[in-house]
């Protein structure tokens, strides 16, 4: 068993005790996949990035208090990744949202190893889970918080999913002539190379619907999320044999709160103009 999660069940039984003949009915086990940080040194524009951190979170429902694991924390790209356990953190449900999120916000948290001086300030670490009626059921991360006073730390999950409002018009229309909640998208970020890949299903392009992938888009991280641009026009080969023309793409990310999307689409001749209104931060699909 890893320390990680041999941390967190001792932590789930301390907190839990033996107050229940189900103990663990109202505990939520939230465990990230692997992510990215972007890490920005106080005072410094030599931003930089680490990769494989992970995050597991023990939410006890009936308490409000919450147990939280940092996997693999680094603070240079050469140093050697550490576990950080924080707990008893109290945590709230976001109001307002249609989806289940749970969120811990604190102006600051210690942690709980022995000789260890690491502190969080600025914490605001938020576990959405997708509405049960959603057709993709999914979950994802947002994290973001300073270290010691040092490092301003956002996470990146590598591969996300989103989904949302996305309308389509042609080039003889002024008003969007389809608004479709529809499309699934999905993006694969590549922190090492700065791109992104973009994968797109059912999007309806006249009258029919369209499935791709674009690779090797150009991404830029963001105090708060990243943007994407791709301005040179691709040719894609549909399923059916027919030829989509992808002219130009771009987007911009707001970790946690919406992801646009603007792309150019040609088929049979015709132009089509997509825009789509996402919310992001999901990444496994919840079975």
Known sequence: MKASRFLIFVSVLFMIGCRSEEPFRHVVFADSPEMFNFVTPSGRTNAFITDGVSYNIVFDDEKRMATLT??????????EGRIVTFSNIEWTYVAGSHEKQRAIKAPFISSDNPGDDCTLTEVEIVYSESNELNDNPSAGFYASYTVNGIYSVLSYQYTVFAEGTTTVRSEKEIMPQLVDYEPLYKLDLHPSSMTLDMTVKDL????????????GIAMTLTDDGYTLEENESVELTLNDGETLLVKKVSGNAVLRDELNLVMELIKEGVTYYVEAYLSPDYNKLRH
Not at 70 to 79: A, D, G, K
Not at 204 to 215: A, E, N, P, Q
Request: cysteine-free; proline content about 5%.
């Open 70 to 79: 940092i996997n693999n924390l680094r603070f240079s790209p050469e140093e």
């Open 204 to 215: 309806d392009i006249g009258g029919g619907k369209v499935g791709f992938t674009l690779r």
